[in-house]
Every structure is written in structure tokens, then in C-alpha cells.
């Protein structure tokens, strides 16, 4: 069975304090890994899409970074307005399977 | 709209009666997904669309849950004599690609409608 897990649950940091969020996998052929932010009341918002270990994509303070079993979320020197909670998918192959499996997200507070 | 919009956002029910919910995908998005986010949870898949056809319905947790899209827009997810497990926000997304496009499109989510059983 697809598994995702994300860590830590929550964390909270100082303004301009960089740090990263995880997300570990066990997957049977992996087709695909997505970052998405969720604000509180709001759906899923995409941020990113990784394919093959090595792999790296950055908007804006996010950078996001794929291997082999896990992936990162390294934030740069965070705002406020980046609190939310940041969840990590998976896409699985097998049978045109094009469900994504969800950790359970990490928890991001920015003090000011 | 721009985006994936469901209605209503908020829907109170008693335990035992149905419940419909609807989603408005992007124009022209291809396939169309419900998944079911319990509070401090990520989204769980319950069924997945392609135009009109229903593909995977591997996570409706019982019988009691229904999905439709007969026209390959619009899509209904009804849950029939409703549980207090039941209570969630319930997420639509919508792609523009389908199963076996050459380049997969990410999903884009609505806000969902939180369903509450008294």
C-alpha cells in the first residue's frame, strides 16, 4: 500500500528563519510528487510537481527537491503570509491510476 | 469562473437524510475527482471522472455514497441516510488532461463544502 508520510506536523518559526519540510514515501512506482499549500477554510493550492530523483523547482522562497524516497520543502527566509499548512502527494503507477495519495500535511506558522 | 467552485460551502444535515453536493469543474478540464479531507488530515481519494465515465471508485467508503457527471461537467457526490462519520469538508478537483495524455496536469481543487451530521 502507497504510503506518505510528512514531518514535522507543525512548526513554527521566526520571520527570515529558512528551514525545511519532509515528506517520506513508499510507493509502488512513482509517477509523480506534488506540493500543494492549504490555507485554513481554502482547498489545496498546486505549487509544485517533481517527477525523478534529482529533480528541483523553486517559486518564489519555496524550493522543492525530490530522491529516490523523500522529498523537501526548503523554505528561504519566510514571511507571514506564508503560514499554512503544506501537504505532499504522491501518483502512483499501475492500472492508469491517477489518484493522488496525501500525507498529512505540516503545519507552518511565520511569527512576525 | 476561474476556478473549481462548490456548492453549497456549508451544509448542516440530521443523521438519516441525504445529502447532495455539487461541483463546477474549470471549462474544458477532462477529469474531475472527489476527495474527502477529515479535520487535521490530508484529502483521501473517493472517485475519479474522466468526461462522463466514472474510472475508479475504489474510495467511497460504503454504498451509501454516489457519484455522477452525466454531461462530463458538472458532478453530484450524494450520500444517502448520512452518519455522523460522514461529517468532513468534501474537496472537488478538476485536471485537463486524461488517463493517458502524454503529459500529465496537475489537479486544481475547489474550496469544498464541510458537511456536518447532528
Known amino acids: 500500500e502507497d504510503q506518505v508520510t510528512q514531518s514535522p506536523e507543525a512548526l513554527r518559526l521566526q520571520e527570515g528563519e529558512s528551514s525545511s519540510l519532509n515528506c517520506s514515501y513508499t510507493?509502488?512506482?512513482?509517477?509523480?510528487l506534488f506540493w500543494y499549500r492549504q490555507d485554513p477554510g481554502k482547498g489545496p493550492e498546486f505549487l509544485f510537481t517533481l517527477y525523478s530523483a534529482g529533480e528541483e523547482k523553486e517559486k518564489e522562497r519555496l524550493k522543492a527537491t525530490l530522491t529516490k524516497k523523500e522529498s523537501f520543502l526548503h523554505i528561504t527566509a519566510p514571511k507571514p503570509e506564508d503560514s499554512a499548512t503544506y501537504l505532499c502527494?504522491?501518483?502512483?503507477?499501475?492500472?492508469?491510476?491517477?489518484?493522488?495519495?496525501f500525507g498529512t500535511g505540516t503545519r507552518l506558522t511565520i511569527i512576525p | 469562473g476561474a476556478g473549481v467552485s462548490q456548492s453549497p460551502r456549508y451544509k448542516v444535515a440530521k443523521r438519516g437524510q441525504d445529502v447532495a453536493l455539487r461541483c463546477d469543474p474549470i471549462?474544458?478540464?477532462?477529469?474531475l475527482f472527489w476527495y474527502q479531507q477529515a479535520l487535521g488530515q490530508g484529502p483521501e481519494f473517493l472517485t475519479y471522472?474522466?468526461?462522463?465515465?466514472?474510472?475508479?471508485k475504489s474510495g467511497l467508503p460504503s454504498d451509501r455514497f454516489f457519484a455522477e457527471r452525466p454531461e462530463g461537467s458538472v458532478s453530484t457526490l450524494k450520500i444517502q441516510r448520512t452518519q455522523q462519520e460522514d461529517s468532513a469538508v468534501y474537496l472537488c478537483?478538476?485536471?485537463?488532461?486524461?488517463?493517458?495524455?502524454?503529459?500529465?496536469?496537475?489537479?486544481?481543487f475547489g474550496d469544498g463544502t464541510r458537511l456536518s451530521i447532528l
Open positions: 502527494a504522491v501518483r502512483t503507477a499501475g492500472g492508469g491510476n491517477e489518484k493522488l495519495t
Open positions: 471549462s474544458g478540464h477532462v477529469s
Open positions: 478537483a478538476s485536471s485537463l488532461a486524461g488517463q493517458g495524455a502524454r503529459a500529465y496536469q496537475p489537479q486544481h
Open positions: 510507493v509502488s512506482g512513482l509517477r509523480g
Open positions: 471522472f474522466q468526461n462522463e465515465a466514472q474510472l475508479d
